[in-house]
Nanobody
């Protein structure tokens, strides 16, 4: 059974870093695109970054350009979201999601989701 499990969230001060993990079980990462989304209180869920089956990464949220990166370890069946220079506006629940091969910025295009991990950026 396909399952995605996020981890690595927590409380961090502005300017700090966190690395989120999305561990995939029940499927390999081959022929798989993994997207990271986030949802802040009172806001719609937005696409942040995505990595395709070929390893190409796409940044969807302009606000994270130059600060967040996405990478994958196929041997561990895990995709990571490295978040640097965190800001209070990055506070949200972060989700990873899976679809076949190609990335999309739209959550409706992803069928499998993790449960989310809370990231809070505050002093």
């Amino acid at each position: 059974q396909l399952q995605l499990v996020e981890s690595g969230g927590g409380l961090v001060q502005p300017g700090g870093s966190l690395r989120l993990s999305c561990a995939v079980s029940g499927s390999t990462l081959y022929s798989t695109a993994i997207g990271w989304f986030r949802q802040a209180p009172g806001k719609d869920r937005e696409g942040v970054l995505c990595i395709s089956s070929s390893g190409d990464s796409i940044v969807y949220a302009d606000s994270v350009k130059g600060r967040f990166t996405i990478f994958r370890d196929n041997t561990r069946n895990t995709v990571y979201l490295q978040m640097n220079s965190l800001k209070p506006e990055d506070t949200a629940v972060y989700y990873c999601a899976r679809r076949n091969d190609y990335c999309s910025r739209y959550d409706k295009d992803f069928r499998s989701w993790g449960q989310g991990t809370q990231v809070t950026v505050s002093s």
